[in-house]
């Protein structure tokens, strides 16, 4: 089933907290129809001063430029693209999409993982300008950090400080999907508090070493945007015609620490669903949705944590194998799948598995490492 064949809760109430998953359906049934375009909300992102709308727009998926630029004439101002992503021209699609709006609008994108010289990460960004056809990018990003080593890079540093100088980039940011708490932490703890922001997974099946780590940068004057509020996104006929979207995106935002979240729109519907939640609370009815959800998925949805890697002896990266396979099931994107399997060093990918013989690698969430392991070795065959 695709995301917007489901129906949407928005406008239940704590009613719903006694309701079972069939009563639930029901009543969503009742509550559904068209959702109109709300005004916006803003929060500011940490000392960038930025004001961005709570909901703000994730492009990773989205191939028309006309599901962004609907969004940006709703109010939305912030957009979070890639090098990496649709195989390099998720950039393009936003520079179509923001054509004549640009000073409305701000833009962050990345620096890839495997650019660590400083030639290499100012011809990424040589490269973002370009297909963005703009003349300077609001925030550029670290992509992928894992760990906090990467923060205190003196090559790095050079590199964007340059940028910024040269008035190409205005403000710094790294991303994280696994070590989150790890690398959140570093950006306070830097006594050069050389970063302004972090784009970090937090949903509601993060750990409160996550939420922690939020609420000091948040404290420290760094902006926090959230991703993979969604956690996974997979489709589950738990919660029938359900859709656990919404309130998956007001549980990241009922945190004040988080500025805004930047959920994946791949089209008009799933735009009007995401950008709905502006202006709701979280109900007792989505913690209800939510607690459904996540049993649901709880075989599927690997949290990127990385605690399973020193169990297994050939250094394979489950993570990012999971990540890849993620991208690949629930999100129906190859192209971003292949692109983060193919940033996997060969010795380090699912095809190390073979002859390995029996998994050591243990889940602390109990995920069958070796079927996954299995299952992303055919799709990125
Ligand atoms: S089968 Fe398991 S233990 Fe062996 S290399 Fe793969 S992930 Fe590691
Ligand atoms: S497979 Fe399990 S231990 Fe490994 S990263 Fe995923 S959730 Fe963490």
């Known amino acids: ?96 999409a923001i054509k004549g709006i640009r000073n409305k609008v701000h833009v962050a994108t990345k620096i890839r993982s495997r650019s660590r010289t400083k030639e290499a990460m100012i011809e990424d960004v040589e490269t973002s300008l370009r297909a963005l056809e703009t003349d300077h990018i609001d925030v550029i990003q670290l992509h992928s950090l894992t760990g906090r080593e990467r923060i205190f890079e003196p090559e790095m540093r050079e590199a964007l400080l340059r940028l910024r100088r040269q008035g190409k980039v205005r403000f710094f940011g790294v991303t994280t999907h696994t070590n989150e708490a790890e690398v959140v932490n570093a950006l306070v703890d830097d006594p050069d508090r050389f970063f ?40 589950t006929d738990a ?21 805004a979240a930047v959920p994946g729109m791949r089209d008009m519907a799933e735009l009007r669903e995401d950008i709905a939640v502006m202006g709701m609370r979280l109900t007792l009815a989505d913690s209800l949705i939510l607690r459904y959800y996540g049993a649901a998925v709880a075989s599927q949805y690997c949290h990127m944590c990385g ?27 190859p192209e971003l799948a292949r692109a983060t399997y193919g940033g996997i060093p060969p010795q380090a990918s699912a095809a190390a598995c073979l002859g390995c013989g029996r998994c050591t690698a243990r889940c602390v969430n109990g995920l069958d490492i070796a079927a996954k392991m299995a299952r992303a070795r055919e799709m990125m065959a």
């Open 307 to 333: 605690k399973c890697e020193e169990t297994c002896p050939r250094g394979v990266q489950i993570s990012v194998v999971n990540r890849s396979l993620m991208y690949a099931e629930s999100y129906r994107s």
């Open 239 to 259: 919660l029938g015609p359900i859709s656990p979207h919404q309130a998956a995106l007001k549980w990241a935002l009922s945190d004040r620490n988080v500025t």
């Open 1 to 96: 089933m695709k995301r917007r064949d489901f129906l949407r809760l928005g406008v239940l109430g704590a009613a719903g907290a006694i309701l079972g998953p069939a009563e639930l359906a029901g009543a969503a049934k009742k509550a559904s129809g068209p959702l109109p375009f709300p005004a916006p909300v803003y929060r500011t992102l940490g000392r960038t001063g930025l004001k961005i709308t709570v909901v703000s727009f994730g492009a990773m998926l989205t191939p028309e430029p006309e599901v962004i630029r609907t969004a940006l004439d709703h109010g939305v101002n912030y957009i979070d693209t890639a090098r990496v992503y649709m195989g390099g021209r998720n950039e393009e699609v936003v520079a179509k």
């Open 196 to 235: 302004d922001m972090a784009l970090v997974k937090y949903n509601f099946r993060s750990g409160e070493d996550v939420k922690k780590a939020i609420a000091r940068a948040a404290q420290a004057g760094i902006g926090i945007v959230a991703m993979k509020t969604q956690a996974g996104g997979y489709t």
